[in-house]
């Protein structure tokens, strides 16, 4: 999935996501957003923290190949 800029009501571009909060990005991915708090709490996938937020960066998750979704 790539990002792309949309023109704002200001007649500038918004800036492209830079960040997924857990549950935007297991919707990208294809996957239950418990799998991704239980790689975060692993440290297995690559996070920020922004008090209780947990935000991952959106170059990882367009990166990794999403899962095939079940009939």
Known sequence: MT???Q???NGF????RRFYRVK??????G???RTL???VERE???CRRLG?????PAAWVDSEPTMPRRR
């Open 52 to 56: 209780t937020v947990i935000l991952l």
């Open 37 to 39: 708090y239980h790689l």
């Open 13 to 16: 571009p918004a800036p492209a």
């Open 24 to 29: 935007d990005a297991a919707e990208v991915l």
């Open 44 to 46: 297995q996938i690559p």
């Open 31 to 33: 996957v239950p957003p």
């Open 7 to 9: 023109p704002a009501s």
């Open 3 to 5: 990002t792309m800029s």
